[in-house]
């Protein structure tokens, strides 16, 4: 007689369906795989990096630091687990262990994505000269990396506006429907009061992607320089319109009012600024500001106080503060 055995996948089979199924979207179904084939054998580094992987996928980023914890622990030369580990650690705001993480792999294998990624982190926690170093570092090693460019010419934007402008130009010559390359274009050129070619740049960025709300914003302020005031008063509008949660299109929008002769219609998107939102240190400023400067003295310094709750550090509510010496 012949009798059936089933035999039990072994762990190669388990970890080829786990990468499989991570490499086609299904995190999901590499997760039970791994589970398996860690409880047969689990001192395999591989099989907790991909399982921080598939975490990951899924947005558990703290169980995806824990796998990816366990793969550096069982391999301290895993360049791929560090990596992961930074991207986890970043996700769930560990900022300053996440750029440890990223320089490690770094160390152990520099990659074009891996300096991008570790500068993003380090502009995240105020070391712009460090970010500078690993954006250009990425460049070193790919030269057209279309991240890597766009994102050292935002942080150069004020600090070096002419190789900003450089960079932004050679994003749109690699990539024609970059509209975040035309959008800050845009803005770089109304600084240099570029008026038409800032027009021309931010246009384009729309015709892209029109749910851009700063792209809205930058050409309202570029057609009020440039006295089209109804134009302007399109596209503040249009930036509220894509985003009718945020704050800043409508307190923007109330600048524009105020500053055109309509306080009844600045006030009135000032509040509904500070609705959407009331601790918005800078929306509850701008409404304090227009409040005192219209004379309604009580309340205006009470949304400057909010303001200055909300972020200790406001420089203009605190300046305010302290031209008129109010009392806290």
């Not at 558990?60 to 793969?71: D, P």
């Not at 301290?76 to 992961?84: I, K, N, P, V």
């Not at 570029?194 to 050409?219: G, T």
């Not at 302007?232 to 949660?245: G, I, K, R």
Request: with cysteine; aromatic share 8%.
């Amino acid at each position: 007689m012949v009798t059936s055995i089933a035999v039990r996948p072994t762990v190669t089979k388990l970890f080829e369906t786990a990468l499989r199924a991570v490499h086609g979207n299904d995190p999901n179904s590499a997760i039970p795989a791994l589970e398996e084939a860690l409880r047969s054998d689990a001192n395999q580094p591989r099989f907790w990096a991909l399982l921080g992987d598939a975490y990951a996928e899924l947005e558990q980023f703290n169980a995806a630091v824990s796998a990816f914890e366990k793969a550096i622990e069982l391999d301290r030369d895993s360049a791929s687990a560090y990596a992961g580990l930074g991207r986890a650690l970043t996700e769930i705001g560990k900022l300053a262990e996440a750029a440890d993480a990223l320089s490690a792999s770094l160390r152990l294998k520099p990659t074009a994505s891996r300096h991008v990624l570790l500068g993003d982190v380090l502009e995240a926690i105020d070391q712009d000269s460090d970010a500078e170093r690993a954006y250009r570092a990425a460049l070193a090693i790919e030269s057209n990396h279309e991240e890597a460019l766009f994102n050292l010419a935002l942080l150069l934007r004020s600090k070096d506006p002419a190789e900003a402008t450089r960079l932004f130009n050679r994003v749109i010559e690699l990539d024609s429907s970059f509209a975040g390359a035309y959008r800050e274009l845009g803005l770089i050129l109304h600084r240099q009061d570029d008026l038409p070619a800032a027009e021309v740049a931010l246009k384009k960025a729309l015709n892209l992607d029109q749910e851009q709300p700063w792209a809205h914003i930058y050409l309202a302020n570029v057609l009020w320089s440039r006295q089209d005031f109804v134009g302007a008063e399109e596209q503040f509008t249009a930036a509220c319109d894509v985003s009718p949660l945020a704050t800043y299109p409508r307190y923007m929008l109330g600048e524009f009012y105020s500053a055109t002769g309509r306080p009844s219609q600045a006030e009135e998107q000032f509040r509904i600024a500070v609705r959407s939102d009331s601790n918005d240190a800078d929306a509850a400023f701008r409404l304090g500001r227009f409040l005192v400067e219209r004379g309604d003295l009580d309340e205006g310094k009470e949304w400057v106080r909010n303001a200055i709750a909300a972020a200790p550090d406001h420089r203009q509510a605190s300046e305010m503060k302290d031209l008129l010496r109010w009392p806290l």
